[in-house]
């Protein structure tokens, strides 16, 4: 049974504050698809990010610059279908946002009209602060994304820790203030120094989700196919993986392989 089998009301950004400010902490998986997101829903999760890392797992893509925003609508869609509790975030891919806030807006539109999720999110800081007062201007609640910002690794080089360094930290402390003042509803920090998240976590009064960022901010969140062990390629320091689903469905596969070829399956109970 679920913890969260006995409220079964639909999570919403003034239920996650909330949660925040009596210091309960804040579930967040990612979810590229119905079946998916109506399994992480049932299990209680609190936030489904329907996230650009699909051009990674979902795509095979080395990083998350390649995915469109049709594709996202297609799988965000998809995840809605399958979703009755949770609040659907979904990523902005990247080239949807930055170029100016008007595009921005246009994009975030098409993401709300045709996926029916719930709020958007973007990497950055002041560089994007334009799209994201325009898109907040529309009514369209948005998630902040700092430190680690996997649409920038062509600027950083490597996926390693951001803001180890007193002038990056600086500019993310600002960043991150300046999405609250702007009306961000919440922020993902990713790959930063713990002490750092858990100071930014407490200088907000916004939920600050953490992913490698230790357990001093107010919620976590991981990528689903890396935590139920369904990819095996990567294995960052920050990664629990709870299950080894890729093992499980080898041997599953295996052994209806071999029951094929031996004529095993279908037996007379199998068939018509
Ligand atoms: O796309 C994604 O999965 C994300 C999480 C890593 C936060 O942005």
Redesign the pocket.
């Known amino acids: 049974m679920s913890i969260h089998s006995e409220d079964s009301r639909r999570v919403t950004t003034h239920r996650l504050l909330e949660m925040k400010h009596r210091c309960e902490k804040i579930s967040m998986l ?1 979810a590229y698809d119905f079946t998916m997101g109506s399994i992480v829903d049932q299990a209680g999760i609190d936030i489904i ?1 329907v ?4 051009s990674n797992v979902m795509c095979g893509n080395i990083t ?1 610059l390649p995915i469109t925003l049709d594709q996202m609508i297609f799988l965000a869609k998809s995840v809605v279908r399958g979703v009755k509790r949770a609040l659907v975030v979904v ?1 902005m891919p990247f080239g949807s946002y930055q170029g100016n806030s008007k595009e921005a807006l246009s994009s975030a539109i098409r993401i709300m009209k045709e996926t029916h999720g719930d709020c958007l ?1 973007v990497e950055g800081g002041e560089e994007i602060i334009e799209s994201v007062k325009r898109i907040l201007s529309a009514g369209i609640p948005v998630m902040g ?1 700092l430190g680690l910002m ?1 649409q920038s690794i062509n600027k950083y080089g490597s996926y390693t820790v951001r803001a180890k360094e007193d002038i990056e930290a600086e500019k993310l402390i600002r960043d991150a203030h300046l999405l609250e003042e702007t009306g961000c509803f919440a922020i ?1 920090l ?1 790959k930063i120094p713990a002490a750092l998240a858990q100071r930014v976590a407490l200088e907000l009064t916004i939920p600050v989700i953490g ?1 490698g960022a230790g357990g001093g901010v107010d919620g976590q ?1 991981l ?1 689903l196919h890396d935590m139920i062990g369904l990819t095996q390629n990567f294995s960052p320091r920050f990664l629990r993986r709870y299950a080894n689903l890729q093992a499980i469905m080898n041997e599953a596969i295996e052994h209806y392989v071999a029951d094929v070829k031996s004529g095993f399956f279908p037996n007379q109970n199998e068939q018509y």
Do not use: F, M
């Open positions: 990612t990010l996230g650009d890392s699909a998350t990523d999110k994304h996997p993902v990713e992913i969140v990528v």
